[in-house]
């Protein structure tokens, strides 16, 4: 098969990583790719919303499935694309249609899901910058801490937790009145506050059948401790020590199966990853948000782990047979650390030459921001470079990852010396 990775994060490198080891493979492309998948793939400097530059390369190239990384193309309907063009509807898309991916585009819609379904969630309300005074009198009726929700996508960013009922309503007016985040929140979703520990569970669905993937946990938080900013992610651990057998039963029955069975019902079609943001409250499994697509960096935690074909489940996603095959997972844990730019998650330089990365041993260093610019390595983005490792516990797999992060070096390199701290 001819695959096309679109996308330039750590997911896709690690995408592209486990795809290249199948024997079904035969070329691989990622676009537009970044300095780790040009080691394995061909790079195409294609923009991933640049529907007309895809089918052109899809079509040039004999692509025969495009596997999406991020959401952007999703909720714009690169699915639906494929499908309603006579030259395209043979390759499969792995990811679901715009319909179903409203799921991550709307926070409202995917509350309104999660109600109509009876799947374990926060109470909340939505509110538009016609409703602020409600939006300001509801806020009152919680306890503290607030949590507000940019109903669009704001990049990881769209979400606000703060203690004081002042600064809250100040928040409220900000995204609403004053557009913080854009069109994101041009509406705005007020839910209660679930106290508890976080955790992610990814499904691949071929809209009908199920396989459930490794549970991973990632650490938001730029600080140590958990403190200070939200990131895309500063590190994750897999598996989730406190997700027991008892508690990922609850998770499958009461979260997972009405899941599927809810996009049945709703007519959503849905081929691809869904990544259930979940809280833990007391021992109970509650939905804090949908993605349309496999996190980052949980990727790079959970598809080390597979020991199944990957591009034989893809398939298998693509055809409707997931019920068909066994998925083989590794017993050993994984853990990965995210090297990011200075700066990160506000204002940081870019071209950092990135040193030390042949050093690196028993881990995998997954690329995220990094491209190549005159025959070096050099930093691109925020999250730069994910090191992840195997071990038979965590504190192993995180021990060997911290030992390889010294080897490497940019400019103003950060990274959470905690990640695993509170397991």
């Given at each position: 098969?001819?695959?096309?990775?679109l996308?330039?994060g750590?997911?896709?490198h690690t995408?592209a990583w486990?795809?290249a080891?199948s024997p079904r493979?035969?070329n691989?492309?990622?676009a537009?790719?970044n300095?780790?998948?040009s080691k394995?793939?061909?790079n195409v400097?294609i923009?991933?919303?640049?529907?007309e530059?895809i089918?052109?390369l899809?079509?040039?190239?004999?692509?025969?499935?495009v596997?999406?990384?991020?959401?952007?193309?999703l909720?714009q309907?690169i699915h639906?694309?494929?499908l309603?063009?006579?030259?395209l509807?043979?390759?499969?898309v792995?990811?679901p249609q715009?319909?179903?991916?409203?799921l991550?585009g709307?926070?409202?819609?995917?509350?309104?899901?999660?109600?109509?379904?009876n799947?374990?969630?926060a109470?909340?309300e939505?509110?538009?910058p016609?409703?602020?005074?409600?939006?300001?009198?509801?806020?009152e009726?919680?306890?503290p801490?607030y949590?507000?929700?940019?109903d669009g996508?704001?990049?990881g960013?769209g979400v606000v937790?703060l203690?004081d009922?002042?600064?809250?309503k100040a928040?409220?007016k900000?995204?609403l009145?004053d557009?913080k985040?854009?069109?994101?929140s041009?509406k705005?979703v007020i839910?209660?506050f679930?106290d508890?520990?976080?955790?992610?569970?990814f499904?691949?669905t071929?809209g009908?059948?199920y396989k459930?993937?490794?549970t991973?946990?990632?650490y938001?938080r730029?600080g140590?401790?958990d403190?200070?900013l939200?990131?895309?992610?500063?590190g994750?651990?897999?598996?989730?020590?406190?997700?027991?057998?008892?508690?990922?039963?609850?998770i499958e029955?009461r979260?997972?199966?009405?899941t599927?069975?809810?996009f049945q019902k709703d007519k959503l079609?849905y081929v691809?990853?869904?990544?259930?943001g979940l809280?833990k409250?007391?021992n109970?499994p509650?939905?804090?948000?949908?993605?349309?697509?496999?996190g980052?960096?949980e990727?790079?935690?959970?598809l080390p782990?597979l020991?199944?074909?990957?591009?034989?489940?893809?398939?298998?996603?693509?055809?409707?047979t997931?019920?068909?095959?066994?998925?083989?997972?590794?017993?050993r844990?994984?853990?990965t650390?995210m090297?990011?730019s200075g700066?990160?998650?506000?204002?940081y330089?870019k071209g950092k030459?990135?040193?030390?990365?042949?050093?690196?041993?028993?881990?995998?260093p997954f690329h995220?921001?990094?491209?190549?610019k005159?025959g070096?390595?050099?930093?691109?983005?925020g999250?730069?470079?994910a090191?992840?490792s195997y071990?038979?516990?965590?504190?192993?797999?995180i021990?060997k990852?911290y030992?390889?992060i010294?080897k490497?070096h940019?400019?103003?390199?950060?990274?959470?010396?905690?990640i695993g701290?509170?397991?």
């Amino acid at each position: 098969m001819n695959i096309l990775i679109l996308g330039s994060g750590g997911r896709e490198h690690t995408f592209a990583w486990k795809i290249a080891q199948s024997p079904r493979c035969k070329n691989l492309y990622v676009a537009p790719g970044n300095s780790g998948t040009s080691k394995i793939a061909t790079n195409v400097n294609i923009s991933v919303t640049d529907f007309e530059a895809i089918k052109e390369l899809a079509l040039q190239k004999a692509i025969d499935m495009v596997v999406v990384g991020p959401e952007d193309p999703l909720v714009q309907g690169i699915h639906d694309f494929f499908l309603n063009d006579e030259a395209l509807k043979h390759i499969a898309v792995i990811g679901p249609q715009k319909a179903a991916a409203t799921l991550e585009g709307s926070k409202e819609f995917a509350k309104e899901f999660l109600f109509r379904h009876n799947i374990p969630t926060a109470a909340y309300e939505s509110f538009t910058p016609e409703t602020v005074e409600k939006g300001y009198a509801f806020l009152e009726t919680l306890n503290p801490p607030y949590v507000l929700k940019a109903d669009g996508l704001a990049a990881g960013k769209g979400v606000v937790i703060l203690n004081d009922l002042d600064k809250a309503k100040a928040e409220l007016k900000s995204m609403l009145v004053d557009a913080k985040f854009g069109q994101a929140s041009t509406k705005v979703v007020i839910e209660e506050f679930l106290d508890g520990i976080e955790l992610s569970c990814f499904v691949l669905t071929d809209g009908e059948n199920y396989k459930i993937l490794p549970t991973a946990k990632d650490y938001k938080r730029i600080g140590e401790g958990d403190t200070g900013l939200n990131t895309g992610g500063m590190g994750a651990v897999s598996p989730v020590p406190f997700a027991t057998d008892e508690f990922l039963s609850k998770i499958e029955e009461r979260i997972v199966k009405p899941t599927i069975e809810g996009f049945q019902k709703d007519k959503l079609p849905y081929v691809g990853f869904v990544f259930i943001g979940l809280i833990k409250v007391g021992n109970d499994p509650k939905v804090i948000e949908y993605n349309v697509r496999m996190g980052d960096p949980e990727t790079e935690v959970v598809l080390p782990r597979l020991k199944s074909d990957f591009v034989e489940i893809l398939q298998a996603m693509a055809k409707g047979t997931l019920d068909k095959i066994n998925i083989e997972i590794d017993k050993r844990a994984a853990t990965t650390i995210m090297l990011v730019s200075g700066g990160y998650p506000e204002a940081y330089e870019k071209g950092k030459e990135i040193s030390g990365i042949e050093n690196i041993q028993d881990s995998i260093p997954f690329h995220a921001g990094a491209t190549i610019k005159d025959g070096k390595v050099v930093t691109s983005g925020g999250r730069v470079m994910a090191i992840t490792s195997y071990g038979d516990s965590y504190q192993e797999a995180i021990k060997k990852s911290y030992q390889n992060i010294e080897k490497l070096h940019f400019d103003k390199m950060y990274f959470r010396k905690d990640i695993g701290f509170d397991l």
